[in-house]
C-alpha cells in the first residue's frame, strides 16, 4: 500500500509541475522555450508515478523515529538554502547546504567540508558562467 500512495504522490505532483510548466515564456529567441526543462522531469514522473502505483514491488519499511528526524532535518536545510540563497549568495548557501546534508548522510566532517569546497564553486561556474543563469555569487547580506 505504500508503494501505491508514494505513487500516487508522484502523480499529483509531477502533473501539477507539467501543468505549472504551460505558463513559461521567454522573451528571447530560444525555439524550445523554459518549459522543457519541467516536462522532461515531469512527464517521466508521472509515467514511473503511475507503474509505482499500479505495479507495487514490495511493501515499504518506514523510517523509525530516527530516520524520519534526519529527513526533517533535510527538508529544513533544503528550506533554509531556498531562503538564503539571495542573503548569502549561491556560493555560501550551496557550501552550507552541501556540507549539512553530507554529515546527515553520515559523511565525516573533512568529507563533508572538502565536498561542499569543491561542489559550491563548481556549480556557480557550471550554471553561472557554462550556462548563463545568472546566480548571486554574493548575496545582499555582503555587499
Avoid: K, N
Amino acid at each position: 500500500m505504500t508503494d501505491r500512495l508514494a505513487g500516487l504522490a508522484f502523480v499529483l505532483l509531477a502533473t501539477g509541475y507539467v501543468w505549472l510548466s504551460a505558463g513559461y515564456t521567454a522573451g528571447f529567441g530560444d525555439p524550445l522555450g523554459p518549459a522543457i526543462f519541467p516536462r522532461v522531469v515531469g512527464i517521466p514522473a508521472i509515467i514511473l508515478g503511475l507503474s509505482l502505483a499500479i505495479w507495487p514491488r514490495h511493501t515499504a519499511i518506514w523510517a523509525g523515529p530516527a530516520g524520519l528526524a534526519r529527513q526533517a532535518a533535510a527538508v529544513a536545510l533544503l528550506i533554509f538554502y531556498a531562503l538564503m540563497l539571495e542573503p548569502l549568495g549561491f556560493v555560501a548557501a550551496s557550501f552550507v547546504s552541501i556540507l549539512g546534508l553530507g554529515l546527515l548522510m553520515g559523511a565525516t566532517a573533512l568529507a563533508g567540508v572538502v565536498t561542499a569546497g569543491l561542489a559550491a564553486p563548481g556549480l556557480y561556474v557550471l550554471f553561472d558562467r557554462l550556462m548563463g543563469l545568472p546566480l548571486p555569487l554574493v548575496g545582499t547580506w555582503f555587499g
